[in-house]
């Protein structure tokens, strides 16, 4: 895909086109007249998918301040001050269309620049799935509505709560070994009736496997909910949760600090479901977004 960068700094403006090409083998553009460069890195620009952009400067840099979609970026250094990155979710639901990044740069020389960068969103179609459950979790009793209300509002509270602090760092782990299906964005027919899609991965797993934390968090919400049975949420910082949903237990507690790999949860068949299975959604700054790609943009190290 071709991608326009402008750089303005003193009133000049200078536009680079480049082209873009797939995760795997993206090369990182030359440095500007402004000695900055500005690339990303994701599987693809589609709806549900996380970006990884990286700011590349021929002098060391203090602070990297972004805006997309409306939402602030935080960017950190990764290993040296010349080289910073962020992380940007583009929801399930995003339009397909050009979607600026506003990019504000203080070096450490005192200098400031100012950048923006094009992320094309590109259509994605997703599949259809027809599944039965137990008619109580598609036409819920109506005594049971004021909790499905209250639970609703609890999950968005905590997903629109920016965290000021990063918690997590380097590569993410997968939650448990089980093979992850293709599930995120699906769009759902329970009992013959549509539902919203899919906003989570499934992972395969027998009840009792292991559930991991996938990186530093914070434990934000360990409680039984109606749909999703027993849940964990993890804050990640800096706007990112993980929702780990359908556990036949859970071993934290609200508050609890945990660390990469530590176990959080136990794979059961609680609420919604069909069979026992892991369900890992995540947020990005309240961006719905496929833990799996956010698994791909850390495939090589990043994230120091």
Not at 89 to 114: C, E, F, H, M, W
Not at 180 to 203: C, E, K, Y
Request: glycine residues 10%; proline residues 6%.
């Amino acid at each position: 895909m071709k991608i326009k960068i402008c750089f303005r700094n003193i009133g000049v403006v200078l536009c680079l086109g480049l082209v873009m090409l797939a995760l795997s083998s993206i090369a990182a553009p030359q440095l500007n007249d402004s000695g900055l460069a500005i690339s990303h890195e994701a599987r693809a620009l589609q709806p549900g998918e996380v970006v990884l952009l990286t700011v590349r400067s021929s002098a060391p840099i203090q602070s990297v301040q972004g805006k997309a979609f409306g939402k602030d970026v935080f960017f950190f250094p990764d290993g040296e001050a010349t080289l910073w990155r962020g992380l940007i979710g583009i929801d399930l639901g995003a339009s397909p269309k050009n979607y600026p990044v506003q990019l504000a740069i203080t070096r450490l020389d005192g200098k400031n620049l100012q950048a923006h960068y094009d992320l094309v969103v590109k259509d994605k179609s997703f599949p259809t799935r027809r599944i039965t459950v137990q008619e109580q979790y598609v036409n819920p009793p109506a005594e049971e509505l004021e909790r499905i209300q209250r639970e609703d509002k609890k999950v968005a509270a905590i997903f629109a709560t920016v965290s000021p602090e990063r918690q997590w760092a380097g590569n993410f782990l997968r939650p448990v070994p089980g093979e992850a299906t293709s599930s995120f964005g699906v769009r759902s027919i329970l009992n013959g009736q549509p539902r919203s899609p899919h906003s989570g991965t499934d992972f395969r797993g027998e009840a009792g496997t292991p559930v991991k934390a996938p990186n530093t968090g914070k434990v934000v919400l360990a409680d039984n909910l109606y749909f999703s049975g027993n849940v964990v949420i993890l804050d990640h910082g800096w706007g990112m949760y993980s929702y780990f949903a359908h556990l036949s237990r859970f071993i934290v507690s609200e508050g609890d600090s945990v660390t990469p790999g530590q176990i959080i949860g136990y794979v059961g068949a609680t609420g919604r479901v069909t069979a026992p299975h892991l369900h890992w959604s995540l947020r990005l700054a309240g961006a719905r977004v496929d833990p799996l790609s956010l698994l791909a943009v850390f495939s090589d190290t990043h994230g120091n």
